[in-house]
Each structure stands twice: as structure tokens, then as C-alpha cells.
């Protein structure tokens, strides 16, 4: 898998998070923060802001969810998305 799907993904999945939060939980906010941080990252990956600074977001949003899921003490979603983060960042840097 090369770094562009890997970002592809991680938008998808980060996109698909706001949409649960939505519709299960009513947050206007999970749809609106995913919907821009995706944005920002597509613009990454169509280049449209130098690639190889994407792991910048990505950092950003992983510090963010590891600080809501250290306060709420929850799995679902905060300490999934860090996973998922972490795992979008090492994968890039990987290959």
C-alpha cells in the first residue's frame, strides 16, 4: 500500500466517525471536525499542499483524540481514532 491510499483510507474512516457521531449521538461538531480535517487532508493528498507534510495534521489529531480519550476513559471513539492515527502515521513513514 503506498502513502495515498493509506491517506485516502484515513479520511474515509475519519469522515465515516462524523457521520456515527451524528446520527447516534446528534454531534454537530464530530460532523463539522471530521468533514474540515478530512478536507485538509484531501487537499494533501491531491496535492494541493506538500504531501509530506500530511504527518502534521495527523499528529495534531492524534494528540487531540488521545486528550479526549484520556478524559472520557472510553475505547469508542477517541482511543480507536489514536490507533487509527498512529497507525496512518507509521504506515506512511514505513513504506
Request: aromatic residues 18%; hydrophobic residues 65%.
Amino acid at each position: 500500500m503506498n502513502d495515498l491510499v493509506i491517506l485516502w483510507v484515513y479520511i474515509g474512516l475519519l469522515f465515516l466517525g462524523g457521520l456515527m457521531g451524528f446520527f447516534k449521538a446528534g454531534s454537530k461538531a464530530s460532523l463539522i471536525a471530521s468533514t474540515v480535517f478530512g478536507a485538509v487532508l484531501a487537499l494533501f493528498a491531491l496535492d494541493y499542499l506538500p504531501f509530506s507534510y500530511n504527518w502534521i495534521v495527523l499528529a495534531f489529531l492524534a494528540a487531540f483524540f488521545a486528550f479526549r480519550w484520556g478524559k472520557s476513559k472510553k475505547m469508542m471513539p477517541n482511543g480507536m481514532m489514536v490507533v487509527l492515527t498512529f497507525l496512518a502515521i507509521l504506515l506512511q513513514f514505513a513504506t
